[in-house]
């Protein structure tokens, strides 16, 4: 299994040559009607541009983050029908910041507890466990989790290529309903674009943060397990999650480029439970 290298295998979709065109368009365009559908595509396709940017900028950092930080590998393999299944595992014991009040909700007659936290110095987040603490939390404080984590992610198996370089969705004609994301390929490369199926994968299904499986062949594995200690007290054991966009694959890097020291433990931390 090779390594997974971002810039290797996906590319940022240009839209500036499709605002170009629009644009000239609109220029040679004298029926108000024909303006006004031609301004709303060039608002929208400068929206996509927004979005493909700021994603894509995201994406870039955090697989240099992965990378620098060395919590976790990813591999990859690419099967004979030209799918790719990224391979995910990485292990740690990193001190959070508690910052708010506990939230406990219940998912399908079971009882779960969101606690916010702040991971290394700017990561607003929340961890949930399928539990309720036994022992009362304080709003502020230190936890320190010892984890690992592993994932298997398809880029794009359960999605469609598409020829059309605008087109996202695919869609059902008898009902108009979206059938599946789409993605695009341009000289051997994934067109890493807002909204489509590469970017659902990469920033949904890799942290398994997406749900809605209905519509999927094959859904995001991805699971986290280990202890939650505040001081010296163990209150919990057992899966949990993170709705982090960065954890637990590297920790999110200071946006004013302060240093700061980040707890990485390359082996097998002995606080884990082997499972």
């Known amino acids: 299994m090779e390594e997974f290298i971002f810039e290797e295998h996906v590319t940022k979709f ?3 040559p499709i605002i170009e065109k629009l644009e000239k368009k609109l220029e040679k365009t004298w029926f108000k009607w024909r303006k006004v559908a031609l301004e709303e595509k060039i608002w929208l396709r400068k929206e996509q541009k927004k979005g493909t940017d700021n994603g894509y900028e995201y994406l870039s950092e955090l697989f240099s ?3 620098k930080q060395n919590i976790c590998k990813i591999g990859y393999r690419v099967f004979p029908d030209d799918n790719m299944k990224l391979f995910a595992e990485g292990q740690g014991i990193e001190k959070v910041d508690l910052n708010g009040k506990l939230v ?3 998912d399908e007659n079971e009882k779960i507890t969101k606690i916010p936290i702040t991971i290394g110095s ?3 987040c929340h961890i949930t466990i399928p539990a309720q603490p036994q022992i009362e939390l304080p709003m502020f404080g230190k936890l320190t989790l010892s984890y690992k984590f592993k994932a298997e992610v398809y880029a794009f198996i359960e999605y469609k290529e598409t020829k059309d370089p605008e087109q996202i969705l695919k869609f059902n004609l ?3 309903e979206p059938l599946k994301y789409c993605f695009y390929k341009k000289d051997g490369k994934i067109c890493y674009r807002i909204g ?3 970017d659902n994968a990469l920033r949904q299904d ?4 997406n749900n809605d499986n209905d519509e999927k062949i094959m859904g995001p594995e991805f699971s986290m397990y280990g202890q939650i200690h505040i001081g010296d007290t163990l209150f919990y054991q057992g899966n949990f999650e993170c709705d982090s966009y960065w954890f637990p694959y590297c920790i999110k890097p200071d946006n004013d480029s302060r240093n700061k020291e980040k707890s990485h433990v390359p082996k097998q931390p002995e606080a884990v439970v082997q499972r």
Do not use: A
């Open 14 to 16: 240009d839209y500036s």
């Open 65 to 67: 983050e992965i990378k």
């Open 104 to 106: 406990f909700e219940k």
């Open 122 to 124: 700017n990561d607003d």
């Open 174 to 176: 008898s009902s108009g």
């Open 196 to 198: 489509d199926g590469l």
């Open 206 to 209: 890799m942290f398994g943060h």
